[in-house]
């Protein structure tokens, strides 16, 4: 199966919305009777009506989630091999697109999160054109704006804030110029949202929105460990892919070693920010599904023994599969 997907063959998208239906497949059988609206943040923020809202029946919205994560695997797919992370052209990152986005039975349903990725996969596309760029105000200003964007969505989107000053640093010399940019694309969405506040005299709830930002980190957290140890296997994968990555490091591109060290921060800043939500979710962590999928393909592509790697990815299928009939 991994070898079909090396190639970068535009029939493999066929095979990539038959592996996508596989993945959730299992999940009919266990829907909820009933999901929650999954943008109240967006709409308690943007002072829309409840009678605005609309809850989605169980099934239309594991169609929509669908639908959305094919059309961020493309996009990242085509992120991916126009700035050549890997090295040559393959549908390896939209298929490990899919398959991380199918990983928990969370993940399967339409959220801010999902939502949150398209702005995820944008960021990149700008970033990663700080490499050749020589101003970088502009790109600065409007990575500031989407953060902004993904902060009205979800809170704990606001530490991507950070991702942009680390790939300044990685990519960039040092202008303060570009910096505050940042800052003023950031403020500007924010400033205007303040006015609407302002204008309907409910100020105090525009602070309230940044009182979770002082939330003390969460060292522990409860939930069941077993419907967790399908994440074995993904361990298994990103420890071999590092080991990948670190044999062929030097022998990369400069931009692509960049963009490699940009990833994981981003993976890392994405995980650890779920501190800021009243409880734990974890439909957050589908934030790191878009480097998770790159490090994955990396492993993936250059792996030696291909009766290994198929072996080890049809195991992380079967788990997947096995654990949204099974749950603990």
């Not at 099934?59 to 050549?84: R, T």
């Not at 077993?226 to 400069?254: A, E």
Request: aromatic share 22%; charged share 10%.
């Amino acid at each position: 199966m991994i070898k079909f997907f090396r190639s970068y063959n535009p029939l493999n998208i066929i095979w990539l919305v038959v592996l996508l239906c596989v993945l959730r497949v299992g999940y009919l059988y266990s829907l909820p009777a009933k999901t929650d609206f999954p943008f109240d943040e967006l709409f308690s923020r943007l002072h829309l009506s409840a009678a605005y809202r609309y809850n989605i029946p169980p099934a239309l919205n594991l169609l929509i989630a669908a639908i959305l994560v094919l059309a961020q695997a493309l996009l990242l797919n085509f992120l991916v091999n126009y700035h050549n992370l890997l090295g040559k052209s393959t549908y390896l990152p939209a298929v490990m697109y899919v398959t991380a986005s199918g990983l928990l039975t969370p993940f399967l349903l339409l959220g801010p999160p999902l939502v949150c990725n398209f702005l995820v996969i944008w960021m990149l596309f700008k970033i990663f054109s700080f490499y050749k760029g020589e101003d970088a105000k502009s790109t600065s200003y409007d990575l500031g704006m989407i953060v902004a964007v993904g902060t009205l969505f979800y809170l704990p989107f606001i530490f991507m804030f950070m991702c942009v000053w680390i790939a300044l640093v990685i990519f960039r010399p040092f202008k303060w110029r570009e910096w505050v940019a940042c800052i003023i694309g950031f403020a500007t969405v924010f400033f205007f949202l303040a006015v609407s506040y302002y204008l309907g005299g409910s100020m105090q709830q525009f602070y309230d929105i940044w009182l979770p930002l002082a939330t003390k980190f969460q060292f522990k957290i409860s939930f069941n460990y077993y419907n967790y140890l399908v994440l074995i296997p993904v361990i298994i994968i990103l420890v071999l892919g590092f080991f990948k990555l670190q044999q062929n490091f030097l022998k990369s591109y400069v931009q692509t070693r960049k963009s490699m060290q940009l990833l994981l921060f981003v993976a890392v800043i994405g995980g650890f920010s779920f501190y800021i939500r009243p409880g734990f979710h974890a439909d957050h962590f589908l934030l790191c599904a878009v480097p998770a999928a790159i490090f994955f393909s990396y492993y993936f592509l250059y792996g030696s023994y291909r009766w290994f790697y198929e072996s080890l990815y049809i195991i992380l299928l079967a788990s997947i599969i096995y654990f949204q009939f099974n749950t603990f």
